[in-house]
């Protein structure tokens, strides 16, 4: 099983970037798929969640900013991010607890995509 994370990049304070994830592999179902980021010198922090049921939750600071949904695509998670300030600058990863095709549930990460806010 593996996670592919994409579409991170330079943007300016305002500014929107649309963060993708797949799953791929013996994947047979995902439990939650989530993003957390981890900024120079932080620790990393979750930023968005969704579950197997549709359950959306997010970090406080990126409420009203941030998006989460699940694609269209099967095994994939995107995150919409508006107004995007500096302090958003970060590695974004992706996470997903995914139940294989032997029906073990393990937590994968993704590689880290990184966002930057400047002007």
């Known amino acids: 099983v593996q996670l592919q994370a994409s579409g991170g990049g330079l943007v300016q304070p305002g500014g929107s970037l649309r963060l993708s994830c797949a799953a791929s592999?013996?994947?047979?179902?995902?439990?939650?798929m989530n993003w957390y980021r981890q900024a120079p010198g932080k620790q990393r922090e979750l930023v968005a969640s969704?579950?197997?049921?549709?359950?959306?939750n997010y970090a406080d600071a990126m409420k009203g900013r941030f998006t989460i949904s699940r694609g269209t695509a099967k095994n994939t998670v995107h995150l919409q991010m508006n107004s995007l300030k500096p302090e958003d600058t970060a590695v974004y990863y992706c996470n997903a607890q995914i139940r294989d095709t032997h029906f073990r549930v393990s937590n994968y990460w993704g590689q880290g995509t990184l966002v930057t806010v400047s002007s």
């Open positions: 969704v579950d197997s049921g549709g359950n959306i």
């Open positions: 592999g013996s994947v047979f179902s995902i439990n939650a």
